[in-house]
């Protein structure tokens, strides 16, 4: 009974590890050049892989960007998350933007593939399986402003959802808008908490 699991064992290492090898061959390409320079072709050579076994992991460029991109945005997620609950008592401003600092420096590392990211998760097919990916790190993202702003007592569930909500509005603008390509991380992330302040302020009693 065991050994018929083994064919089926073995099948599943071996597309792992064909997955693995995909990703390892996408990560420096998309590090060093915007998408639009990347190739399916380029990638599939350093993986070792014929195009159209790459195509079975990854169907389009934007899909490989979007793989990469999100092991990137899960540690930033886990790193803002770790950073915010140390940040216990200073308020409910100064917990989310440790949350999102990572995130923001994340999608800007290479800005114009961080756009590319964002805008494919935003308006790209919620059903392909690594936009679902991105789109569930988005949400864990989403649920930890939401968590950190309900610590504060002037601030109920549902008005705390609905901020996270804008929140992540003003993080995805602020990231991707073409007027803030040529800005610093830190004048991005000041402009960025301008906007949370005042997006709480209504809502959180003066100290």
Not at 12 to 39: G, L, N, S, Y
Not at 48 to 67: C, P, Q
Not at 142 to 160: C, H, K, Q, V, Y
């Amino acid at each position: 009974m065991g050994s018929d699991h083994m064919p089926i064992g073995r099948r599943e290492r071996a597309k792992q590890d064909k997955r693995e090898r995909i990703m390892t061959a996408a990560r420096e390409p998309f590090a060093e050049h915007c998408v639009a320079r990347v190739t399916t072709q380029q990638v599939a050579r350093r993986a070792d892989v014929v195009v159209g076994t790459l195509h079975l992991y990854a169907s389009t460029k934007a899909e490989l960007l979007i793989m990469v991109q999100n092991e990137k945005f899960a540690a930033a997620v886990d790193s803002g998350l770790a950073a915010a609950n140390a940040t216990v008592g200073q308020g409910a401003l100064e917990p989310v933007i440790a949350l999102i600092r990572p995130v923001v420096e994340c999608v800007r590392e290479h800005i114009e593939n961080g756009r590319t990211y964002v805008r494919e998760l935003v308006f790209g097919d919620p059903a392909e399986p690594y936009r679902q990916v991105g789109l569930t790190l988005a949400g864990r993202l989403e649920d930890g402003i939401t968590s950190l702003l309900t610590r504060n007592e002037d601030i109920g569930a549902a008005d705390a959802a609905t901020l996270a909500r804008v929140i992540t509005a003003i993080i995805h603008i602020s990231t991707t808008a073409t007027v803030c390509l040529h800005r610093s991380d830190e004048a991005v992330l000041a402009d960025i908490r301008d906007q949370i302040h005042a997006t709480l302020a209504p809502h959180v009693r003066a100290a």
